[in-house]
Structures are given as C-alpha cells and as structure tokens.
C-alpha cells in the first residue's frame, strides 16, 4: 500500500509539472493610432497565459497554427480602458521560415469569424468597446529577422525576447480604425501550479509509513 501510494505522489508531481502554462508580460506605448481616445504615447500593459502542450491543428507553409492554446488575457490602458479574459480561446501562429523571419502570434477576436486558417474556429473574447469604438481584433506578435530562432512546432516554453529584433508589437483592430502599440520590457515565465494536491499524497505516503 505504501508504495502504491508513493507511487501516486510522484505521478502527481509529474502530471503538476507538465502542466506548461506560459505567462507573457509586456508594458508598452502607442505609437499609431486613428482610434478615437487611443492617442500615440499612452502607455498599456499586457498579460497573456497560453498551455504550450498539444499538437497544432494545422500546419501549412511552414506555420503551425494552434487552437484554444490561450488560457487567459488582459489589457490595461492609460486612457481607462482595462479588460481580461479567461477560459480556452484564440489562436496562436509559430513560424518557421528559415533564412527569412520566424516568429509567433498570438490572435485574440471578439468574432470566431476573424480566425483564419483552422476549422473548428476558436473560441472569441469578451472585450469591452471604448466609446463609439467597438473592439474586434488583436495580433500580438514577435519575430526575428535572422530566422534562426525555432527548429520544431511545439509551442515555446521559454523565450530570449532579445531574439526578436524585427517586431515585438501587437496591432489592435476595431470598428473605427486600429492602433499599434510597441512592447518593452517584455518578459515569459512558467505560471506557478499549486501543490496542494502533490503534498496531500506526500503526507498520506508518509503516514502509511509511519503505521506499519
């Protein structure tokens, strides 16, 4: 019994380990806009939590594209506009173009409609509008001119953002017009999983021990 109990503590500690939820955060400003209340120097603030296991849905041109891989996503505007999401949604693009650009994109709609490529559609956001201005779209992208960044498919679990030189930006959409906003300070991390569930086991294990 004890050792099928320790047993099982480490299998939940390996399955708690391979949980591979990827946390991104970035401040940045806008630097273009013709939105109506997004003006150029205002600053915003990103976070966004992807699940980099699973295979994509589809690979095609040398892009694989995933599905409800995005976990969750929140903005924080300078001029007030603050929203966030969670569940399973979006889409995310990882290129791998040789000698030209690899990069990866994180696509975030307010309409499975506006998701290309892959069929089912993903699932869309809810994001509030700002004044006349009703949100539709976000890319957020990060790409490396020297095109030597990946050699597989799989979802990155680590990053080296000074990897990216040609862009590291995310390009808003909306029904009056779009904005851009270039990131700084961006930065990746492996999202903390609890460890109730692990200790419990450990502490049921040594306790069956300490009855024999």
Known sequence: MTKLITACAIAAAASIASADLIRITATGTINSSIVSGFSNGQTMQMELVYESDGNPQLISNRQAFFVDHIRSVSFIAENGWSVSDTGTFGQINKYDNLAN?????????ANPLTYQFTNPKPQAVDFA???????DTV?????????TVWDNYNLPESYDFT?????????FLWSTGSFLVGWSNVQASVVP????????????????????
């Open 193 to 212: 999983v609890p460890a109730t569930p692990m200790l419990v086991l450990v502490g049921l294990a040594t306790a069956a021990r300490r009855r024999r």
């Open 163 to 171: 990897q990216f030189d040609a862009t590291q930006n995310a390009l």
């Open 139 to 147: 890319f957020i992208n990060f790409a490396s001119s020297s095109g």
């Open 101 to 109: 650009t690899d990069g990866i994109q994180f696509q975030v709609a």
């Open 129 to 135: 509008d700002f004044g006349a201005s009703v949100f």
